[in-house]
């Protein structure tokens, strides 16, 4: 009897403002720019690649390079994101 298994997307629990908030901060509190940049493409499919796109005033092809594997997206592109996302960055201080 084979196992049957589903593959596994994190943009399928990214359902409501809470939890977005809650992924960007756990993957944000590391500070590894490569994850940061994949939280926001996760969180940007969940939303819709197209309507985020738009809501944030960037193309969507813009977008896609942005938070695509090379993409080094600008601190302006990723405030808008965040905005048209419905979270807002906030800091902390460090715990060591």
């Known amino acids: 009897m084979a196992i049957e298994t589903t593959r596994w997307d994190i943009a399928d629990f990214l359902?409501?403002?809470?939890a977005i908030a809650a992924y960007l901060d756990a993957v944000f509190a590391d500070g590894d720019m490569d994850e940061m940049r994949d939280a926001l493409a996760h969180v940007a499919r969940a939303k819709g690649m197209t309507d985020l796109?738009?809501?944030?005033?960037?193309?969507?092809?813009?977008l896609y390079k942005a938070l695509g594997e090379n993409g080094n997206p600008s601190f302006a592109t990723v405030a808008a994101l965040l905005n048209a996302?419905?979270?807002?960055?906030?800091?902390a201080p460090k715990v060591a």
């Open 85 to 91: 996302m419905g979270v807002r960055l906030s800091v």
């Open 15 to 18: 359902v409501d403002d809470s």
């Open 53 to 62: 796109a738009q809501a944030a005033g960037i193309t969507r092809g813009g």
